[in-house]
């Protein structure tokens, strides 16, 4: 974390134009770099020098990005990719391969869990799946000799449940493995889980971070200070010679400041290609600029409609931790204390047909499977993301027919209260 304040780094962070350069961040939009000799360009390849040579490894536009994001979250290096599903793939896979281990949350974005549970278990890995709410003896009990990683939410989404992130990565580091979390929902600005023990943080940046429905993307920040020679045996794609490198190890030549986003890089981004466009990093760039601004009113937002839902005799539960009835107030308070998201889960009395009559007379919240935007959204599952299930096998999964995730924006919480109020007498 740089000695300036957070907010200051949302607006100036990553970026200092020198005399006569352009104030705001440059789109590099160009696919190839032009070098004098082939020598410069093989220093390159060889990551003996920094520079760019093609935009699928590394690009002007997008490390500008990443510094400020790397910045905002206290961390030592960052990278962005195409989208936050590539960040949480590439943030395991960049340590956890085929015939490995890795514990998780299973409370996490069901996206994440399938891409653990199904398309990366195709490729050797096995997952681990735990209560977000799970003891320290629970933890250490899923942890095998082949675990590489431990994986979590800050704020689970949709369940809205806060990690206790100390926890977890006290239970991390003492089976000698880094401790990633995805910290989407809360921000940089609402949360920091380097400061609570994180040693690699990843985001959707579509979410908050971008903040208007304009461009998705992810990144992966490093906190820079896991010890990978310490655990030399564990993580050999750190700590042994690369030869698709000429040798190189990232943990002796980067330390452990640069190891784990360098092989990130010049590993999974040079062979899987799941870059972020300059574009789209420059509009992100644009959301991080008013990111400070944006999640007060969120949050403002969010409290004002829980506490509004928490009290309609039409309601069955409400799931925010902001409420001083919510089971994660406490965990709240201790992680998020100036507030955590504009996303709240409700229930209504009744059935899956008055969900769906409620749902369709909502005139300011829009139906979209997008959250964390300017815009309110709103999301019933049972007749959209998960409308193939029974009520039955809805709750087995956890999700009530009358479920619904409402995501707050940026507008006058009175508008949100009226038209919740309005759709709710309909029922």
């Known amino acids: 974390m740089s000695d300036k304040k957070i907010e200051t780094i949302c607006v100036q962070g990553g970026y200092t134009p020198k005399n006569g350069e352009p104030r705001q961040i440059p789109i590099y939009q160009s696919t190839t770099f032009k070098y004098d000799t082939s020598e410069d360009m093989g220093k390159l390849f060889d990551l003996e020098a920094s520079g760019y040579f093609y935009t699928r490894l590394q690009n002007p536009t997008n490390d500008l990005v990443a510094k400020k994001l790397a910045e905002l979250e206290g961390g030592s290096a960052a990278m962005l990719t195409s989208s936050g599903q590539a960040a949480n793939f590439f943030a395991v896979f960049n340590v956890a391969n085929a015939g490995d281990h890795v514990v998780a949350s299973s409370t996490i974005y069901g996206?994440?869990?399938?891409?653990?549970?199904?398309?990366?278990?195709?490729?050797?890995?096995?997952?681990?799946?735990?209560?977000?709410?799970?003891?320290?003896?629970?933890?250490?009990?899923?942890?095998?000799?082949?675990?590489?990683?431990?994986?979590?939410?800050?704020?689970?989404?949709?369940?809205?449940?806060?990690?206790?992130?100390?926890?977890?990565?006290?239970?991390?580091?003492?089976?000698?493995?880094?401790?990633?979390?995805?910290?989407?929902?809360?921000?940089?600005?609402?949360?920091?889980?380097?400061?609570?023990?994180?040693?690699?943080?990843?985001h959707s940046t579509t979410k908050y971070i971008d903040g208007h429905g304009a461009s998705v993307g992810g990144a992966i920040i490093d906190a820079g200070k896991f010890d990978w020679m310490k655990y030399k045996d564990k993580f050999p794609g750190l700590t042994e010679p690369d030869?698709?490198?000429?040798?190189?190890?990232?943990?002796?030549?980067?330390?452990?400041?640069?190891?784990?986003?360098?092989?990130?890089?010049?590993?999974?981004?040079?062979?899987?290609?799941?870059?972020?466009?300059?574009?789209?990093?420059?509009?992100?760039?644009?959301?991080?600029?008013?990111?400070?601004?944006?999640?007060?009113?969120?949050?403002?937002?969010?409290q004002k409609v829980a506490e509004f839902l928490n009290n309609h005799k039409k309601v069955e539960w409400v799931r925010y931790c902001g409420l001083k009835t919510d089971k994660y107030y406490k965990l709240g308070q201790?992680?998020?204390?100036?507030?955590?998201?504009?996303?709240?889960?409700?229930?209504?009395?009744?059935?899956?047909?008055?969900?769906?009559?409620?749902?369709?007379?909502?005139?300011?919240?829009?139906?979209?499977?997008?959250?964390?935007?300017?815009?309110?959204?709103?999301?019933?599952?049972?007749?959209?993301?998960?409308?193939?299930?029974?009520?039955?096998?809805?709750?087995?999964?956890?999700?009530?027919?009358?479920?619904?995730?409402?995501?707050?924006?940026?507008?006058?919480?009175?508008?949100?209260?009226?038209?919740?109020k309005q759709a709710l007498e309909t029922i």
């Open 111 to 202: 996206g994440t869990f399938n891409l653990f549970a199904v398309t990366m278990k195709k490729m050797g890995i096995d997952f681990t799946f735990v209560s977000g709410d799970a003891t320290e003896e629970e933890l250490d009990a899923a942890f095998k000799p082949n675990t590489k990683a431990l994986f979590g939410e800050t704020i689970a989404n949709p369940a809205c449940s806060v990690l206790d992130l100390e926890l977890f990565a006290k239970v991390a580091h003492k089976h000698g493995v880094p401790f990633i979390v995805d910290n989407t929902f809360a921000t940089p600005i609402n949360c920091r889980p380097i400061e609570w023990g994180a040693d690699i943080v990843t």
């Open 334 to 420: 201790k992680y998020l204390p100036n507030g955590s998201c504009g996303v709240l889960s409700f229930s209504l009395k009744g059935t899956r047909e008055d969900a769906e009559k409620f749902m369709k007379n909502l005139k300011v919240a829009a139906i979209e499977t997008h959250v964390a935007d300017a815009r309110t959204c709103c999301l019933h599952p049972a007749s959209t993301t998960h409308r193939q299930l029974t009520d039955e096998q809805l709750k087995n999964a956890g999700i009530s027919p009358t479920l619904i995730r409402y995501s707050c924006g940026i507008e006058n919480a009175e508008d949100l209260i009226e038209d919740l």
């Open 243 to 302: 030869e698709s490198y000429h040798g190189i190890v990232y943990a002796e030549k980067f330390g452990k400041e640069g190891a784990f986003i360098t092989k990130a890089t010049a590993q999974l981004m040079r062979d899987f290609g799941s870059i972020q466009s300059p574009q789209n990093a420059f509009y992100i760039n644009l959301g991080l600029e008013s990111l400070h601004v944006r999640m007060k009113r969120h949050c403002e937002n969010g």
